[in-house]
């Protein structure tokens, strides 16, 4: 099954609010997606995609993915789509670095696999553990009766777990926020607060020591050093995030003893198979993981889905779903969707989503013969 044409569209996804990180550090009102088709000899293909956060969250931004598909595109044609494994180190070989640009191919390669083997993506990866996914909510910054209202409107959706996001202004307020949100949660729910690097790490340490949270405490700090010193310092969980980029991030970070967990995101560490190696190394030193994309629509997220379910239960959180920010939606009623808090992937072959070609209008981009 050799690769045969590379097509790729670039799609403008107004999100249906202005989303705030860390206090209004990160701001933003749509992202920059890049959605591609794989074709092959055998009229199977496969769909990918690459969409960062906006271009304020990480070393990454919509632009970047096409300008390196310019290099690693025309690499691929002619090559056996099955061999992921080594068309991922030719990738490294022709672009080091540079992993957000490879995941849309690589997610594309696997949906390919699940094709032609005529299996879920999931029982490629290891196999479904369950039968769903726990999906959990994201609120954003504001006062702490503002924060408790949206975690009440998220659990009258079905949420249990949610993502609250702190940072920006006195500490004092990120402690009543927390104190707040503490003070709401029923018993069978959880709280991550994600920092989203917001705090130094005189400010964690005085927040985290002062509120009482049982929960997670997410990338407190803006790098790796800072946010190990200080999980030194205090008792709470740390997970970590937009510091890990590789496989050896994750084993300085189980050697320096710097987290309980971290974020899987297929976007920020190159795709899935990257992504599956990370997931298995945490799994084996028993760290808990969220499991879900940067961005995007329905199908990155689709593609993290499948990561998530094939994942050991015990080792996993509930994840984020992107594209319930979107307005826009290229496979409507197809892929990983909200259920009452649950995501249930279709047992058919490869990811299952097939974006609709009118949406997705012209390509800017055609490697291989028309
Ligand atoms: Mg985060």
Known sequence: MKIKRITVWQKTLPLSKPYWLSGGRLKFEALDSTILRIETDTGLSGWGEGCPWGHTYLPAFGGGIRAGLELLAPQLLGQQATAIDRLNQMMDVVLPGHPYIKSPIDIALWDLLGK?????????????????????????????????????????????????????????????????IEAALQPDEFVTYDINRAWTPAVAIEVMNSASARGWFEQPCETFDQCRHVRQHTTQPIMLDECMHSLQDHLDGWRYGACEGVKVKPNRLGGLTKSRQVRDFCTSVGWRMHIEDV?????????????????????????????AHLIDDPAPDQGARNRDGKVVLPDKPGLDVEPDLDWLGEPVAVYGAV
């Not at 889905?305 to 994840?319: D, G, V, Y």
């Open 295 to 323: 961005g995007g629509t329905v199908l990155a997220d689709t593609a993290a889905m499948h990561l998530a379910l094939s994942t050991k239960a015990e080792n996993r959180l509930a994840s984020w779903l992107a594209h």
């Open 116 to 180: 032609h083997a005529e299996l879920p993506v999931y029982t490629l990866l290891g196999g479904a553990d369950g039968d769903h996914i726990d999906v959990n909510s994201s609120i954003s910054t504001g006062t702490p009766d503002e924060m408790v209202s949206l975690i009440e409107e998220a659990r009258a959706k079905g949420y249990r777990t949610h993502s609250a996001k702190l940072g920006g202004g006195h500490p004092q307020t990120d402690i009543d926020r927390i104190e707040a």
